[in-house]
């Protein structure tokens, strides 16, 4: 399939202090999933990987090197982060690989609001280091075009190599620094998809996705065979987009994440991101799509459920959605208060309708804004 030349959407803007840049970077869903790292160092992953990057779900972040500063400062959220902490070392890490670029030592402000529930598994680490590495790179005068952005976003997180793009883009995971990077394979306007993310728990997950990726890779016997069936996952998710073909494309979607949570069910010891709520999820999905529907499920490091449909069908979807998950649910909590009565009866006749329903559409990718210099 014919890649296209993105570069970034840069605009120089003469209100910005030199030395600075903002950049924001929109979430993006993996249609065939990265899980494994061959080179931790470096992120350079096991097999290639395709998204949908979505719209209105962003990290913005502003990035200025200042002289007088002594150490680098990291504010996420409003909040100031301390220089013990893991998300401060990683934006830490980013900074020094584009102080190395640079030849600078300066060292840098980093102000950063996620509109992406954080560590939900929602890819807010997507988004969060494509903005990163954008903003960091443009304030540090380094002029990048979209695939070094990428490869250098990479280096913060796997996935947010391909956050740099809208639409549909594709990570080869190459074999080295230089060959691993994502490009963009179909433009946001012409993918007729969408996703709806249904956020069952937005508290921060036990195990992260480093740690359950390094875990599948270093014990699960499934590892492996996941391999080599996402290699023919994605080349048949290809065909099925090139053909237009979403039913077929939904299909594989919907095993290669299923198999990618198989692979952690059988580390030692295990990762387990289900909940009740999720199998609620998956059964209403697989109930809808028996009477017709365009729906399929993934899931990434955490027990929300993405389903994938058609993009201009999504508004009568997630109606029907909707209901049939607040049915599941309301009937499972329901079936559960028949046998047992314990002090959470309470908040569990509430759970259905703490249960939120985003619609995502494809977005765009990076928007950088940057000083004069
Ligand atoms: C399950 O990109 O967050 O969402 O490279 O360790 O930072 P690191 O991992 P990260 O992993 C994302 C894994 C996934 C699948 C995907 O987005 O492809």
Redesign the pocket.
Known sequence: MPTLDIQPNVTLDSSLPPHSATAAANANI?LI???G?RDENL?LPYTS?L?LTLSDLYTQTAVSFEDDLEQDTVTLDGEQLSSAGTTFRRVVGMLDLVREKAGIATKARVVSHNHVPTAAGL?S??SGFAALASAASYAAGLRLNSRELSRLARRG????SRSIFGGLALWYAGDDDETSYAEQIVAPEDSNLAMIVVTLDERKKPVS??EA?RRTVETSPAYMPWVEQSKRDLAEALEAIRVADIEKLGEIVERNALG?HETMHKAAPPVNYFTDKTYAVLNAVKDMRECGWPVWATM??GPNVKVLTVGDEVDRVMEELRGRVEGELRGRVEGDAAGVTDAAGDSRNLQYEQTKFTVALPGDGVTIHTSLE
């Open positions: 993996a999933k990265y899980w790292k992120i990987s998204s890819a680490s997507a997180s796997g996935s947010a996705s480093r990726m990618m990434d490091a």
